[in-house]
């Protein structure tokens, strides 16, 4: 009995996501010059510019790198069947699939999965 689990109140993920994923290439941007500072200044009389410098020129690379890999890899759709609530989890790239149970063809929407052609209703039209 877990269908009355209100699941709803998610809209603000995908602008969370595009403002965290600006926010890993303004680090690794921001490391990447630090480390190109730090190179050029100190470098030039011993190594230790380069010492640090170079892994921070490393970690701007990377972070950005790694911080977007996590970034596509936690959307995580769930939820039920509209035609027959079998549990479904898909990925969010999956666009559309068919119910494992009832094989309707469903669409992943916006986080939940919901019957294909239920967003543009013909009521909503006017000629
Ligand atoms: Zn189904």
């Not at 200044?41 to 701007?60: C, D, E, K, M, R």
Request: proline share 6%; charged share 15%.
């Amino acid at each position: 009995m877990d269908t009355d689990k209100p699941e709803v109140a998610r809209t603000g993920r995908s602008f969370d996501s595009a403002y965290s994923f600006s926010f890993s290439i303004a680090i690794g941007l921001l490391l990447f010059i630090a480390g190109l500072v730090i190179s050029l200044t100190l470098g030039q009389g011993a190594s230790i510019g380069l010492i640090f410098g170079i892994p921070l020129l490393i970690a701007g690379l990377v972070l950005p790198l790694f911080m977007m890999r996590g970034l596509f890899h936690h959307n995580v759709v769930s939820g039920e069947c509209p035609y027959c609530s079998a549990r479904i989890t898909t990925s969010d790239a999956t666009i559309r699939l068919n119910c494992p149970v009832c094989k309707h063809l469903l669409e992943v929407g916006e986080l939940k999965i919901q019957p294909v052609g239920d967003s543009k209703r013909p009521e909503a039209i006017h000629e």
